[in-house]
């Protein structure tokens, strides 16, 4: 055999010849932080779940701040209804702010309540919400300052 085709053909023998290449490691589970440790009171947890709502984001991490706290304050119920709404669940959202208004009149409830409602396609009784709001107190007319005479401005003397 010719030297060259030798040359040649070494490359392939050798491959033929070679162990088989080791397989690649199975991909690794990416190890996912620990969550935040949860405030140790629950007015605290309210107090984190009401920013986390008010910025609209940390949806999830409100859900479990809310979930921590035992049932029976209004105001868990109130943040239980928002997040409702930011997800997008009017009936949840319904169902949170009756329990709020079961415990007492709140005008602001009402009318989230009453949204809530009209989404859900209830105008009738989003209606009836909205006659129950309890009208703003009116607030004194503005009075016009009273006019100053002004003084006649005077040429600098520069």
Not at 62 to 81: I, K, Q, T
Not at 120 to 139: F, I, K, S, T, V
Request: aromatic residues 0%; contains cysteine.
């Amino acid at each position: 055999m010719p030297r060259r085709l030798l040359v040649a053909l070494l490359p392939l023998v050798a491959c033929a010849t070679a162990p088989p290449a080791p397989s690649p490691a199975p991909p690794r589970a990416e190890a996912r932080p620990a969550p935040p440790a949860l405030p140790p009171t629950e007015a605290a947890r309210l107090d984190e779940a009401a920013r986390l709502l008010a910025d609209g984001a940390g949806l999830e991490r409100a859900a479990l701040l809310l979930a921590a706290v035992a049932p029976g304050p209004s105001r868990r119920d109130l943040l239980l209804g928002q997040l409702a709404e930011l997800r997008g669940d009017d009936v949840t959202a319904v169902a949170a702010y009756e329990l709020v208004l079961a415990r007492g009149e709140d005008d602001e409830v009402r009318l989230r309540r009453a949204l809530a409602l009209e989404r859900l396609g209830l105008g009738a009784e989003a209606a009836d919400d909205l006659r129950r709001l309890r009208p703003a107190p009116r607030e004194p007319a503005l009075q016009p300052a009273p006019t100053r005479q002004l003084r006649p401005l005077r040429p600098s003397s520069r």
